[in-house]
C-alpha cells in the first residue's frame, strides 16, 4: 500500500552494486546504474505496472513508456484513461532491455497481475507485487522462480493471519445469500471493484439466484469479457431495467463496491420495502463479521513462497514488513530486511 516514507537499501552484491529504494508508491531497484520503477506512481526508467489496483498502477495516467499485461491495461481503461506509451506483454514473456532480460510471471493476486523476475546476468531479482501463492478463481498460482534476491508482499505478514480455506469461505458467501433470500431480505456483498467483483460475480452467477451488479463492477466486468472471452456468468447491473423489476419485488443478491454499501442498503430498502443485510468480502473480514476471501497469501503461504524460493535475501514491502523479515529470518534462517 502507499503512504510509506521513502527508504533506500543500497549494498554491493559482487561486482554489482544494487539499491531497492521504497516510495509512497511501489519501488525502484537500480543494479550498476540500470534503474527500474515497480509500481511507481511516475514512470521512470524502464517501468513495470504488476497489477490495475490504483495503489500500484498510478503510472498507466502519466506520461512516459510502460510495460503492463494485456489485463492490467482492460482494467485500467475500464475506469480511467490510459495516458502515456504502454506496451503490453502476456504472462509467460521476457524482454530484454540494455543489460537486464525481464520475465513475466503469475502471481496468483487478480486476473493477468504479474511477478517481476530481472535478470541481470550475475544476479536475479524478483519482485512479486501484490501476491497470492494460491491463486484464485481466475488467477493461477503463484509460480515460483529461483532468484538471488525476493522482494515480497507482505500485506499479511504477520502470523495472526491465518486465512480458512477458500472452498470453505466460498461456501459460506453462498449459504448466507441463500439464507437471507430465505429470510426475505436482500442480501448485499461490499466486493472490491478490480479483481474481486469478478470473482463473486463468477461464484455467485454458479448458484440459481438473480446476481445484479452495480454499474461500476458493470463496466469492468463487461469489458473483460468483452477482451478476453471470459464467462463471469449471466448478471444483471442495477441500471438495468430488468434488473429494477426485480429490486422492487424478485429475489437476488448485490454486488457493489464496499464504500457504497451503506448507501446501496437505503436505496434498496426503499425500492424495495424489505430489509438488506450487508457483508463484505475482504482478507480484513478474518477478524470482523464479513467473509475473509482474499487475493493476497495468508502469513503460511507466503512463509512455504519463500522457502520454495529460498533466495540469499529476501526485502519485505508493503504491510507488516518488519515483522514479516524477522519471521524469515527466524523460521527459514534466510537474511530478510523490511522496508516501509
Known amino acids: 500500500m502507499g503512504g510509506h516514507p ?13 539499491s531497492i529504494r521504497r516510495l509512497r508508491y511501489g519501488l525502484t531497484v537500480s543494479v550498476n546504474g540500470e534503474e527500474i520503477s515497480l509500481d511507481t506512481r511516475k514512470p521512470k526508467g524502464i517501468t513495470l505496472v504488476s497489477h490495475a489496483h490504483f495503489d500500484h498502477s498510478l503510472s498507466l495516467g502519466e506520461r512516459g513508456e510502460k510495460y503492463t499485461t494485456p489485463g492490467t491495461l482492460s482494467y485500467f481503461s475500464a475506469l480511467r484513461e490510459p495516458y502515456g506509451e504502454i506496451k503490453t506483454l502476456k504472462i509467460g514473456s521476457k524482454i530484454k532491455m540494455d543489460d537486464v532480460e525481464i520475465g513475466f510471471l503469475e502471481s496468483g493476486h487478480i486476473f493477468h497481475s504479474s511477478q517481476f523476475l530481472m535478470d541481470f546476468g550475475d544476479i536475479s531479482i ?3 507485487g501484490d501476491l497470492n501463492p494460491k491463486g484464485g478463481l481466475l488467477a493461477e498460482p503463484a ?3 529461483e532468484c538471488d534476491i525476493l522482494i515480497i508482499d507482505s500485506t499479511y505478514g ?16 453462498r449459504n448466507w445469500v441463500e439464507e437471507e ?3 426475505g431480505k436482500i442480501p448485499v456483498l461490499g466486493v472490491y471493484t478490480i479483481g474481486k467483483a469478478q470473482e463473486i460475480t463468477k461464484l455467485l452467477c454458479e448458484t440459481q439466484l438473480t ?3 452495480h454499474p461500476r463492477i458493470n463496466k469492468v466486468n463487461s469489458k473483460l469479457e468483452e477482451e478476453f472471452s471470459l464467462n463471469l456468468g449471466d448478471y444483471l447491473s442495477s441500471g438495468n431495467i430488468e434488473a429494477i423489476k426485480i429490486i422492487e419485488d424478485g429475489e437476488f443478491v448485490l454486488l457493489v463496491p464496499p464504500n457504497l454499501g451503506h448507501r446501496a442498503i437505503r436505496k434498496l430498502e426503499e425500492m424495495s420495502g424489505r430489509k438488506a443485510s450487508y457483508r463484505r468480502v475482504s482478507g480484513w473480514e478474518i477478524f470482523g463479521e464479513g ?13 512455504e513462497f519463500v522457502s520454495d524460493i529460498s533466495p540469499r535475501l529476501v526485502y519485505t514491502v508493503f504491510g507488516h514488513s518488519q515483522r514479516f523479515a524477522k519471521e524469515i529470518k527466524r523460521t527459514l534462517g534466510i537474511e530478510a530486511r523490511g522496508l516501509p
Open 6 to 18: 521513502e527508504d533506500a537499501e543500497r549494498s554491493r552484491d559482487g561486482r554489482h552494486w544494487y
Open 291 to 303: 467473509f475473509p476471501l482474499s487475493d493476497h497469501g495468508d502469513f503460511p503461504s507466503l512463509m
Open 158 to 173: 504477520s502470523p495472526k493471519y491465518v486465512f480458512p480455506e477458500r472452498e470453505e469461505t466460498e461456501e459460506e458467501i
Open 143 to 145: 509460480e515460483r522462480e
Open 126 to 128: 524478483l519482485y512479486t
Open 181 to 183: 433470500v430465505r429470510r
Open 211 to 213: 446476481v445484479i451488479v
